[in-house]
């Protein structure tokens, strides 16, 4: 009897790797059994699994180690927070396409591109619009590419959430104007960009995931989820966009090219709708959705309590 051959796992060269959605990736990878590429910026110490190539979207040297030996690219690098349109465009198409040259060069094929929801109203933000257009470079670049459209992603470590947890954990949440919107735990996002490179069935596809709740989330309904978490009721109030322009200015005045609350960011944070197309959620029988909404939520906020984030 002839033992089964145990299939190698895909080597994935990974952009974006230090941040948020990238350790994640990474961590989960590795438990996988996948060899590991991945893009940095300045020394990391070694890590069994991963070959840290020091280098940043704008040196082609690096690119050309990073997709050296791979099998896929998995492009999550990005800027979300910028001050002008040309910075985003800078980052999120200019690197995209340099990413797209290297894997090009060396012969890999399959790219796995991390886009943004966002993209799906590219004449609401100048974030929106580089993913947008981002994601034209890739469609055109000849590769086996898929799309993949987070909402907004929640989870241990992020940055971006976190101020949210904040305003739950003190029993009072400021939101946007009404609307819905959809969002995903990291670690469902990242199953799912792990089950992509092998599937030839995904490729040319765009994908919207989420947590699976249909019509998303109501502004009013996620802060009352989020503040149970904490074991406690929380106070909402909607914030008139006119006065989320004038904080924006503040911020800025404050805060220069550091600021949070950008202009830019206000008119995508008060869009009434960030929900996912249901047509767009990736097939069942390729991924779906493990974690729900409310155990995330406080797992994510155990882990901030646990890490000292929250006081």
């Given at each position: 009897?002839?033992?089964?051959?145990?299939?190698?796992?895909?080597?994935?060269?990974?952009?974006?790797?230090?941040?948020?959605?990238?350790?994640?990736?990474?961590?989960?990878?590795?438990?996988?059994?996948?060899?590991?590429?991945?893009?940095?910026?300045?020394?990391?110490?070694?890590?069994?699994?991963?070959?840290?190539?020091?280098?940043?979207?704008?040196?082609?040297?690096?690119?050309?180690?990073?997709?050296?030996?791979?099998?896929?690219?998995?492009?999550?690098?990005?800027?979300?927070?910028?001050?002008?349109?040309?910075?985003?465009?800078?980052?999120?198409?200019?690197?995209?396409?340099?990413?797209?040259?290297?894997?090009?060069?060396?012969?890999?094929?399959?790219?796995?591109?991390?886009?943004?929801?966002?993209?799906?109203?590219?004449?609401?933000?100048?974030?929106?619009?580089?993913?947008?257009?981002?994601?034209?470079?890739?469609?055109?670049?000849?590769?086996?590419?898929?799309?993949?459209?987070?909402?907004?992603?929640?989870?241990?470590?992020?940055?971006?959430?976190?101020?949210?947890?904040?305003?739950?954990?003190?029993?009072?949440v400021a939101l946007p104007p009404g609307g819905r919107f959809s969002l995903i735990h990291v670690e469902d996002l990242c199953r799912l960009i792990l089950a992509l490179p092998g599937e030839q069935e995904t490729v040319c596809e765009t994908y919207e995931p989420d947590d699976g709740t249909d019509q998303g989330w109501?502004?009013?309904?996620?802060?009352?989820?989020?503040?149970?978490?904490?074991?406690?009721?929380?106070?909402?109030?909607?914030?008139?966009?006119?006065?989320?322009?004038?904080?924006?200015?503040?911020?800025?005045?404050?805060?220069?090219?550091?600021?949070?609350?950008?202009?830019?960011?206000?008119?995508?944070?008060?869009?009434?709708?960030?929900?996912?197309?249901?047509?767009?959620?990736?097939?069942?029988?390729?991924?779906?959705?493990?974690?729900?909404?409310?155990?995330?939520?406080?797992?994510?906020?155990?882990?901030?309590?646990?890490?000292?984030?929250?006081?």
């Amino acid at each position: 009897m002839v033992a089964a051959v145990k299939r190698a796992r895909p080597v994935l060269a990974v952009t974006g790797a230090t941040g948020f959605v990238g350790r994640h990736l990474l961590r989960l990878a590795r438990e996988a059994g996948h060899p590991l590429r991945a893009l940095t910026r300045g020394w990391r110490p070694p890590e069994q699994g991963i070959d840290w190539i020091d280098g940043a979207l704008d040196r082609p040297d690096a690119l050309a180690k990073l997709v050296d030996g791979a099998d896929a690219v998995i492009h999550i690098a990005g800027l979300i927070n910028a001050p002008t349109r040309a910075a985003f465009e800078a980052v999120n198409v200019g690197g995209t396409a340099n990413m797209i040259d290297a894997a090009r060069a060396i012969g890999v094929r399959r790219f796995i591109h991390i886009s943004s929801l966002a993209a799906r109203e590219p004449d609401l933000s100048d974030y929106g619009w580089s993913k947008a257009k981002s994601e034209r470079v890739v469609a055109a670049s000849g590769l086996d590419w898929t799309i993949v459209r987070p909402p907004a992603i929640y989870g241990p470590g992020d940055r971006e959430t976190f101020e949210l947890f904040k305003m739950a954990r003190r029993g009072f949440v400021a939101l946007p104007p009404g609307g819905r919107f959809s969002l995903i735990h990291v670690e469902d996002l990242c199953r799912l960009i792990l089950a992509l490179p092998g599937e030839q069935e995904t490729v040319c596809e765009t994908y919207e995931p989420d947590d699976g709740t249909d019509q998303g989330w109501e502004h009013r309904h996620f802060a009352r989820t989020l503040a149970r978490a904490f074991g406690r009721r929380t106070a909402t109030v909607a914030v008139p966009k006119l006065v989320m322009k004038g904080a924006s200015r503040l911020d800025t005045l404050v805060r220069g090219e550091g600021a949070k609350l950008t202009p830019d960011r206000v008119r995508y944070f008060c869009h009434p709708d960030w929900v996912v197309t249901a047509e767009s959620r990736p097939p069942d029988q390729l991924w779906k959705a493990s974690i729900r909404t409310p155990a995330g939520l406080k797992a994510t906020a155990d882990w901030y309590l646990d890490q000292g984030w929250l006081r």
